[in-house]
């Protein structure tokens, strides 16, 4: 199971960035996805997950700024970040928990200046 997780970068307060997932080893379709963060000296926070119909759900302060969003075509996970906030600042992680185990994305940086 391999989850390669690019998109991030440095934007300023207010701007947007699209997170992308690549999955592969897995039925893609027919499992839960979802996005986690850690920014430093902080746990690791669920921030949105997705399930295999598409139903959603969000950490509370993400909510209505967030969006993600599957396509089971291209194996492929998103995350849509608008309105980010310096406090977005985080490493960001896709995850799969499922029967082939625990896996985790290797991570990409967001980073919003303020």
């Known amino acids: 199971v391999q989850l390669q997780a690019s998109g991030g970068g440095l934007v300023q307060a207010g701007g947007s960035l699209r997170l992308s997932c690549k999955v592969s080893g897995i039925n893609f379709r027919l499992n839960y996805m979802d996005w986690y963060r850690q920014a430093p000296g902080n746990q690791r926070d669920f921030v949105a997950g997705i399930s295999s119909n598409g139903t959603t759900n969000y950490q509370d302060s993400v909510k209505d700024r967030f969006t993600i969003s599957r396509d089971n075509v291209r194996n492929t996970m998103y995350l849509q970040m608008n309105s980010l906030r310096p406090e977005d600042t985080a490493v960001y992680y896709c995850?799969?928990?499922?029967?082939?185990?625990?896996?985790w994305g290797q991570g990409t940086q967001v980073t919003v200046s303020s």
């Open positions: 995850h799969y928990s499922g029967g082939f185990g625990n896996y």
